[in-house]
């Protein structure tokens, strides 16, 4: 810490500071609750009481940036009890601090003015030499100490950073403000990498003692069931490579972060609640960082409070944030038992301000680095499955073997842009990354296309790298079997494998070659301009035109439903065409039932109408019996594939907006 003179020096040119920064509200008396003996200094951020999120209004659903607001600061806790020192003085805001392997050094987010934007900054332990490390326009936060970084050439490891940050430019699907990535980069900021490459936010980053980054990633796909999504926990190199499920991708409650991986046992400690606040709090829970997907235990749990950002201490104890369930009450720092999860003595609290974020300066071991086989400028990367039918889903148990015969790889669009609904009314706009409009919850996709899975579950394709994807595993008529309900993505030269689809990875594979991986993978590497989007405006409605809402057909006082009114072309007050809403919304006198399921077409009634039979389990509600369409009307093989795709994809309105224009569909 450079020895007393030295913080005392410290201290009086923060007294000095606070009368001509006019930007930072910073009050001069810290109030410690308990005499409370720490071996180690700590270091805590600390956020005005009066702070209120950029997005004021009332929101069911806060986003991660709604925390980044100005006055918040980062202050020195000193274990012999001495009063704390405020660090960052001259900054407008400064967070997330993150102390160095040797605990010389600290990283945090800061901005020197209300204007400037979030960047990654350093400094020394005192609070001296700070140092700027990313700069832009764009966003830089959460930045943690990571392992090194080197190819076989490098004359020296690289030490790495991992922040996240908004550099890429895509938005939330779900709520307003950016979607975050991680990004990885050298100390100085010199070469900045795009790590994660989520529809949604992926952040609050740390690291493993393997070296691993676990995370917390927001995660849609338009499930009927969460709407919303849910936040998990998921891992990654720090190169971007190997991205897999931590914990908590399928289980409740939907909101899981503030991570935080112990260096001195085996727990990874995160918040976990069942609402969505500003500043976040909830629950205590860990899992174990050996078993991550089958070791979960909730901590601490408090109906009438909140917990905040736990933090392991180097002895085997715990500390976190707390506030009780008042409109004045604030967040402060209390030791927590770490086998009942009991809050026992209060470490810091003070009037005015909540205390979160605490973090213990001193040193820790480090991380091992990762040496780094990917090639710069590679476009593609390799997806392969031992065996699709290996899954320890419920909704996998009833998938007969031989059953899956062709995997569907869908790209997700990023949202660059929030559109009205006059932009939706022109054929001719060539805007990329407009909001898709729909009648449901899913964002736009397009096809990659689809690849054959082996007799044995197995399969070997080549997709664009650093793309959003998913998977869908089809039967023999393209209906979906399972889908993967979440974006993943290879880097360039990654060749990514799995055992199973959401398989028990403590569990072995069978030792044997599988039939897929013995062949050259199967080439889904069409450019942007040849992939595929299906929607009802471009795609659906000219059948229906054609074949469906003609003569005694799906016309008035005959066959139900009604499509005779297909208008392509809107009016200025109308949003969609009644054949679209008819097929989405309520059966008109079966308030429970519904043609289709969007993103789901083997349950859509609509589908068995079209084969004549139940294509599934039946669950969805359908009183009526099943029969197919007239003979004279039948729609071709590709036709017919048209419809499952544009369900399975989610039942979109109109998908163009997202992309640029689509070609046709070929015969096959």
Known sequence: MGGRSGVDARRASITRLFTVVSVILLSTTFSPSVDFQRPHDLIVVQVSAEAKPEYQEEKRLHTPMDRYVDGTRIVLLPASGAEPVVLTPEFAAACDPDVSFDGKTILFAGKKSPDDSWQIWRMNADGSEKVQITSGQDHSIAPVFAGNRFYLNDSQPTPQIIYTGTAHGWKNEQASGPALALYGTDLEGRTVRRLTFNLHSDFAPDVLPSGRIVFTSWQHYGDRHQPDGLFALMGVNIDGTDLMPFYGNHEPPPYKGMVHASDFDDRVYFVESDRSTWLGGGDIAYVSRRRPL????????????????????????????????????????????????????????????????????????????????????????????????????????????????????????????RATLSQYQHEDRQNPGLE???????????????????????????VPAEIPITFQLLDENYLALRTQRAWTWVMGNENRGCIGCHENRELSPPNRMVAAVIKPPVELTLPPARRRTVDFRHNIAPIIESKCATGGCHVAAHAEPNLATVVRRRTPTSAFDSAYQTLLGPIKGRSAERYLVPGNARESPLIWLLFGKKMASGQTPYTRDITRMASHNVLQPRERILFIEWIDLGAQWDSRAATTVDPPLEDS
């Open 294 to 417: 089958h070791s979960y235990r909730q901590l601490s749990h408090d109906p009438e409070g909140l917990f905040h950002s736990p933090c392991p201490l180097p002895d085997g104890g715990l500390i976190a944030s707390y506030r009780p369930e008042a409109p004045d009450a604030v967040f402060g720092v209390y030791r927590i038992d770490p086998e009942s999860g009991r809050r026992q003595e209060k470490i810091f609290e003070e009037a005015g301000w909540h205390s979160i974020d605490a973090q213990v300066l001193a040193s820790h071991p480090t991380v091992p680095g990762r040496s780094n086989w990917l090639i710069p400028g590679s476009t593609t990367g390799v997806f392969y499955s031992l065996n699709s039918y290996r899954s320890d889903l419920a909704e996998g148990d009833d998938i007969a073997s031989g059953t899956i015969k062709h995997v569907r790889v869908i790209e997700g669009i990023p949202l660059r842009e």
């Open 436 to 462: 898709p409009y729909s009648a449901s919850a899913f964002g736009a996709r397009r096809l990659l296309g689809v690849g054959p899975v082996e007799e044995d579950g197995s399969f070997h394709i080549r």
